[in-house]
């Protein structure tokens, strides 16, 4: 099996090094095609105002100065000889689960290896819920290549892609793995820091804050809060089906 390996915190990034230690308990067929620098936030973005800049970091290792999308576009279309069987996006540093999945660019490295046609899973560590102290990989590395196996063979129909996020506990005290949906926060926890430069000028930071709500379960933040991996099926299809009718009647209306 031929797998791409791609993330959006870039080249160098612990994630990245946790996923091709996944990757190869599955095959040794391994491709690593990642941003040069951390996307993160780039969501489902291309470059096309600007060239893109590609390195040859080792063998079948290349960083690309664009998002997460430049850079499975460039794996799929220039750098690899033969398409991938399977696209592998993360292990992102925190987590990608209810509102995050719009802003993520893990998650659109999936999206657009599942645009091109190629089975795509996008994996993240959650922080900050049970662990504040800090961050480890150890729970995607003891059970993700485990977790990935007993999905490869599932046939996920067109458009379907994965979103897969390990809880920040233990590996020993994880609870179980869940087929989830798409959660919503029941608080906003997006902020401005505003701050001062040397000459006094103001500049800003968007940032997170970090607050437990109580989502209901069957959701990927219930499973976060639950001390379980969850597997969430996404689709590249947005239409909101439930919407169309009413739309239809109103437009007859008039």
């Known amino acids: 099996?031929?797998?791409?390996?791609?993330?959006?915190?870039?080249?160098?990034a612990e994630g990245l090094e946790s996923l091709e230690k996944i990757a190869r308990e599955i095959s040794d067929d391994i491709w690593i095609v990642a941003p040069e620098s951390e996307q993160s936030g780039a969501s489902h973005s291309l470059s096309l105002a600007d060239p893109l800049r590609l390195r040859k970091i080792g063998e079948r290792r290349f960083a690309v100065l664009g998002t997460p999308t430049d850079c499975v576009v460039m794996a799929a279309r220039k750098i690899m000889p033969d398409a991938p069987d399977l696209v592998l996006s993360g292990v992102n540093r925190g987590q990608n689960i209810a509102d995050d999945v719009t802003y993520s660019g893990t998650i659109a490295a999936a999206m657009e290896g599942t645009t091109l046609g190629f089975k795509s899973i996008a994996l993240s560590q959650v922080i900050g819920i049970h662990n504040r102290d800090a961050l480890t990989?150890?729970?995607?590395?003891?059970?993700?290549?485990?977790?990935l196996k007993q999905l490869l063979d599932v046939e996920l129909g067109p458009g379907v892609l994965l979103n897969i996020n390990f809880p920040d506990c233990r590996p020993d005290e994880v609870v179980g793995v869940?087929?989830?949906?798409?959660?919503?926060?029941d608080q906003n926890l997006l902020t401005i820091d505003?701050?001062?430069?040397?000459?006094?000028?103001?500049?800003?930071?968007?940032?997170?804050?970090?607050?437990?709500?109580?989502?209901?379960?069957?959701?990927?933040?219930?499973?976060?809060?639950?001390?379980?991996?969850?597997?969430?099926?996404?689709?590249?299809?947005?239409?909101?089906l439930e919407a169309v009718e009413p739309l239809r009647v109103a437009l007859e209306k008039t």
Do not use: C
């Open 1 to 12: 099996m031929r797998i791409l390996l791609t993330n959006d915190d870039g080249i160098y």
């Open 137 to 147: 990989y150890d729970v995607a590395e003891r059970h993700g290549a485990n977790v």
């Open 178 to 185: 869940e087929v989830t949906r798409q959660g919503k926060r």
């Open 194 to 240: 505003e701050r001062r430069d040397t000459r006094g000028r103001p500049y800003y930071w968007i940032g997170f804050q970090r607050e437990r709500g109580n989502p209901p379960a069957g959701t990927d933040l219930r499973a976060a809060f639950e001390k379980r991996i969850s597997v969430t099926p996404l689709h590249m299809n947005l239409t909101q």
